[in-house]
């Protein structure tokens, strides 16, 4: 009997599953989102296993997206991986967004919108570099002529590689999943957090309080 994976995403302004047995994609959903992916998950992969007519003890096992992308929204997905792992008994495997978007391409540059002008970028296959974090106006290195690029600025990026854009074979939550099937059995640490760059968010200016003696 095939395995069934429970696949999802919420790294960036969305919240994204999907339910995977064997080949079949029995469910798959996407709903954008900026806000609310802590309070949507548990209840969206709830309709989802209802709607495939499975319960949570069928699930074989999990994959989760671990970014780069939103800090908050990474750690939303990655925490309810980790928690539905330990609960249900099952392995949490993680999978990076460049390696899901990338699915079935034998080459490929994938890009994702890093904000503040910046973008995230990996490329598979014979030109191979990162996944890394740089300037969206810097110099992307060259690609075969034909590679795909795929994810956000996709026709900028690709007149200055030498690439075609494209996009990806599959969903970023189907693209988790079947990744996720392929790494069934191997030893492989908690899922984590994928970050290329720091928190956005500043440090306290008030000073730490005064703790005096008893």
Partial sequence: MDPLILAFDTSAAH????????DRVLASREEAMSLGQAERLMPMLEEMLAEAGVAWRDVGALGVGTGPGNFTGVRIAVAAARGLSLGLGVPAIGVTIFDALAW?????????????????????????FGPLLQPLDAAVP???????????FTGDLAERSGGVAARPLVSLAEGVARIALTRLGQDLPRPAPLYLRAPDAAPPRD?????LPG
């Fill in 207 to 211: 000073p730490a309080p005064i703790i």
């Fill in 142 to 152: 060259p690609l075969p002529p034909g590679t795909p690029v795929i994810g956000d």
């Fill in 15 to 22: 919240c994204a599953a999907a339910l995977l047995s064997g």
């Fill in 104 to 128: 079935g391409q034998d080459a490929a540059l994938v890009a994702r919108d890093a904000r503040l002008g910046q973008v995230y970028l990996q490329a598979f296959g014979p030109a191979a």
